[in-house]
């Protein structure tokens, strides 16, 4: 279906609001809160569309080499509420790439997750200068949102908030002296799309940040055989991490499921001054309490 031209600069953002509330808007793919604005423009909405998203993908938009991996522009971001006492929903205008993307029966071949892999590599040669989103900004995404959505100062601060999580062990993690490189966090098939000539556009950037390597491995294997094999298999083609990243993997995995065990949603004033974190207070629906 070919719509009719229209540049995203003409429309403002209530019109946008209107358009994403449509019942005749023509949804792309599977998704249900992403729609098309002209043949190339689309819309990501929700409440959980977020600025560090935006600015994620504007960021990794501006640092990635295209010949590698895409990543579609972003040309506007804002928020905007209903006016029916529910939370703000973020709406994200950017670019529309054409490809293939995998249905929830589909598996990746072999060749994309040679791709995947090659991709991954590429992140790992990509060092920031401070753990967290690639523009500062809270940390999002599976790792933290059960616990608070912290927004880290510094490699000393993320080390001693994942350790808070870590009561039950003698061993802590100890991630200073690791370099933080780019990671995604969120590779399930459905957010690369695949262009014809078998080059791929990565897409959900809310979780990326700069972190280190292994904690790209440690989501992975938190969502194994979420997609068949699929985790496995990418997992055996990246580079192997050392015996130390493994170790640091492991109690970083910990960490994580001690998160959904004790639930540190709320953490007392006495724990966040120790911890000296800067906290955004989680919204009702973002907690499982």
Same mark, same amino acid.
């Given at each position: 279906?070919?719509?009719?031209?229209?540049?995203?600069?003409?429309?403002?953002?209530?019109? /946008?609001? *209107?358009?994403?509330?449509?019942?005749?808007?023509?949804?792309? #793919?599977?998704?249900?809160?992403?729609?098309?604005?002209?043949?190339?423009?689309?819309?990501?909405?929700?409440?959980?569309?977020?600025? &560090?998203?935006?600015?994620?993908?504007?960021?990794?938009?501006?640092?990635?080499?295209? =010949?590698?991996?895409?990543?579609?522009?972003? !040309?506007? !971001?804002?928020?905007?509420?209903?006016?029916? @006492?529910?939370?703000?929903?973020?709406? /994200?205008?950017? &670019? !529309?790439?054409?490809?293939?993307?995998?249905? &929830?029966?589909?598996?990746?071949?072999?060749?994309?997750? =040679?791709?995947?892999?090659?991709?991954?590599?590429? %992140?790992?040669?990509?060092?920031?200068?401070?753990? @967290?989103?690639?523009? #500062?900004?809270?940390?999002?995404?599976?790792?933290?949102?059960?616990?608070?959505?912290?927004?880290?100062?510094?490699?000393?601060?993320?080390?001693?908030?994942?350790?808070?999580?870590?009561?039950?062990?003698?061993?802590?993690?100890?991630?200073?002296?690791?370099?933080?490189?780019?990671?995604?966090?969120?590779?399930?098939?459905?957010?690369?799309?695949?262009?014809?000539? #078998?080059?791929?556009?990565?897409?959900?950037?809310?979780?990326?940040?700069? !972190?280190?390597?292994? %904690?790209?491995?440690?989501?992975? =294997?938190?969502?194994?055989?979420?997609? #068949?094999?699929?985790?496995?298999?990418?997992?055996?083609?990246? &580079?192997?991490?050392?015996?130390?990243?493994?170790? *640091?993997?492991?109690?970083?995995?910990?960490?994580?499921?001690?998160?959904?065990?004790?639930?540190?949603?709320?953490?007392?004033?006495?724990?966040?001054?120790?911890? @000296?974190?800067?906290?955004?207070?989680?919204?009702?629906?973002?907690?499982?309490?």
């Amino acid at each position: 279906m070919t719509l009719s031209p229209l540049n995203n600069e003409d429309l403002c953002d209530s019109e /946008i609001v *209107q358009h994403c509330a449509d019942p005749h808007r023509q949804l792309v #793919g599977a998704s249900k809160n992403v729609v098309r604005l002209s043949d190339d423009t689309v819309v990501k909405f929700g409440w959980d569309v977020t600025a &560090e998203e935006a600015s994620n993908k504007r960021r990794a938009f501006e640092l990635l080499d295209r =010949k590698i991996v895409r990543v579609p522009q972003v !040309y506007r !971001y804002f928020s905007q509420s209903n006016g029916q @006492g529910w939370p703000k929903s973020g709406y /994200i205008v950017m &670019e !529309y790439i054409r490809g293939k993307v995998l249905g &929830e029966d589909e598996t990746s071949s072999n060749e994309q997750v =040679k791709r995947i892999a090659q991709i991954l590599h590429y %992140f790992s040669t990509l060092q920031g200068d401070h753990p @967290g989103p690639l523009e #500062g900004g809270i940390s999002l995404g599976l790792l933290w949102e059960e616990n608070g959505k912290p927004v880290f100062k510094n490699m000393q601060q993320m080390e001693k908030w994942l350790n808070f999580r870590l009561p039950d062990v003698e061993s802590k993690l100890g991630i200073m002296s690791y370099p933080l490189v780019l990671c995604h966090l969120d590779l399930a098939p459905r957010n690369f799309v695949w262009l014809a000539d #078998g080059s791929a556009s990565l897409l959900d950037w809310s979780s990326a940040g700069f !972190y280190p390597r292994f %904690f790209e491995v440690c989501m992975l =294997k938190i969502m194994e055989c979420a997609h #068949g094999n699929y985790e496995l298999d990418l997992i055996e083609r990246i &580079e192997k991490l050392t015996e130390d990243e493994e170790n *640091q993997m492991q109690l970083l995995q910990r960490s994580f499921y001690n998160g959904i065990k004790y639930s540190f949603v709320s953490l007392s004033v006495t724990a966040t001054d120790l911890l @000296g974190l800067t906290f955004v207070k989680p919204k009702i629906h973002e907690t499982l309490e």
